[in-house]
T-cell receptor, first 114, second 115 residues
Framework: AQSVTQPDIHITVSEGASLELRCNYSYGATPYLFWYVQSPGQGLQLLLK??????LVQGIKGFEAEFKRSQSSFNLRKPSVHWSDAAEYFCAVGAVAGSYQLTFGKGTKLSVIP | KAGVTQTPRYLIKTRGQQVTLSCSPISGHRSVSWYQQTPGQGLQFLFEYFSETQRNKGNFPGRFSGRQFSNSRSEMNVSTLELGDSALYLC??????????????FGNGTRLTVT
């Protein structure tokens, strides 16, 4: 069974600083990987996805993520954080065979200091 | 294009009651999935529907059930509510059943509180 680990429960950064959120996955085959963001009281918004090909993927809001098979990682990055980026971020892996379901990490809450 | 719509946004129920939550997918999307989000367990898959058929179900008791209608709208039902059922229930849609490579589009959820 697949699993996702987000080692950091809470991260605080200053506005304008760079950001990296960590994600490690466990899956037997080539994974389909996603990053979602959730603002308080809201649903999940897709930031970016990796299916195959270029291991550096670009997403919305200036985010990017790099897939590293050797490290089983899919870390999310942003060069300069804005106060509006404060939210909770979830990494997820998609099952391949049979029915479709996502397995999510526990999430990383991002706080931004003005 | 309108997003995934979930109603109601908030519900307060008493232990032992039952509840029905509704989800309207994005127009043209035929697959609907449900997830439960709690502080302790995080996001957990409940079930997925396509063409009015349940394709898969997560590890939840039989008190949790769902269905999908011919217009792709879906409902989930929880019977004999327990305090632990308090959660944010998220519905997601996709154009078709995935093979893992189709992003899900989520609604804003229904916040269920059981007292």
């Amino acid at each position: 069974a697949q699993s996702v680990t987000q080692p950091d429960i809470h991260i605080t950064v200053s506005e304008g600083a760079s950001l990296e959120l960590r994600c490690n996955y466990s899956y037997g085959a080539t994974p389909y990987l996603f990053w979602y963001v959730q603002s308080p009281g809201q649903g999940l918004q897709l930031l970016l996805k990796y299916f195959s090909g270029d291991t550096l993927v670009q997403g919305i809001k200036g985010f990017e993520a790099e897939f590293k098979r050797s490290q089983s990682s899919f870390n999310l990055r942003k060069p300069s954080v804005h106060w509006s980026d404060a939210a909770e971020y979830f990494c997820a892996v998609g099952a391949v065979a049979g029915s479709y379901q996502l397995t999510f990490g526990k999430g990383t809450k991002l706080s931004v200091i003005p | 294009k309108a997003g995934v719509t979930q109603t109601p946004r908030y519900l307060i129920k008493t232990r032992g009651q039952q509840v029905t939550l509704s989800c309207s997918p994005i127009s043209g999307h035929r697959s609907v999935s449900w997830y439960q989000q709690t502080p302790g367990q995080g996001l957990q898959f409940l079930f997925e529907y396509f063409s009015e058929t349940q394709r898969n179900k997560g590890n939840f008791p039989g008190r949790f059930s769902g269905r999908q209608f011919s217009n792709s709208r879906s409902e989930m039902n929880v019977s004999t509510l327990e305090l632990g059922d308090s959660a944010l229930y998220l519905c997601a849609s996709s154009p078709r059943p995935g093979t893992g490579n189709i992003p899900l589009h989520f609604g804003n959820g229904t916040r269920l509180t059981v007292t």
